[in-house]
């Protein structure tokens, strides 16, 4: 039986939305295969504009802050757009401690975040 994928994927026009499935993105394995969905999700489509949403999650490690960096980078390479949404506040500290919360471009919420795309407001 092959694994849970970690992200739910839905098209929105010409962005696509990226819901991640898990509430805990812990462990070493976890982490590899949210990571790989996200960076095959990059790998095939040039130019992508990606929402991920956060809203299901309730704990990241430190190593998916480093996923998320690797996947901004490939998506920038690829003339793409990543933003995120739905960061519930105490993983949202996370991102602001870290100084991830200037890397990347974040929205309290879907609808904002849709518009930022559509407003064609690029970071």
């Known amino acids: ?41 990059v790998n095939q489509t040039y130019r992508i504009k990606l929402l991920i949403n956060f ?21 920038v390479e690829a003339k793409g757009i990543l933003k995120f949404c739905c960061i519930k506040p105490a993983i949202m500290e996370v991102f602001k401690i870290t100084k991830l919360d200037k890397l990347f471009e974040i929205h309290a919420d879907m609808a904002t975040a849709v518009n930022a795309f559509k407003r064609g407001k690029f970071v």
Request: hydrophobic share 45%; aromatic share 6%.
């Open 55 to 75: 809203q299901t999650v309730d704990y990241l490690s430190s190593a998916v802050l480093g996923k998320l960096v690797a996947v901004h980078k490939l998506c």
């Open 1 to 41: 039986m092959p694994p849970k994928s970690k992200l739910l994927t839905q098209s929105y026009g010409d962005i696509t939305l990226a819901f991640i499935t898990e509430a805990r993105i812990l462990d070493e394995a976890t982490v590899t295969e949210f990571a790989t969905e996200l960076l095959n999700l």
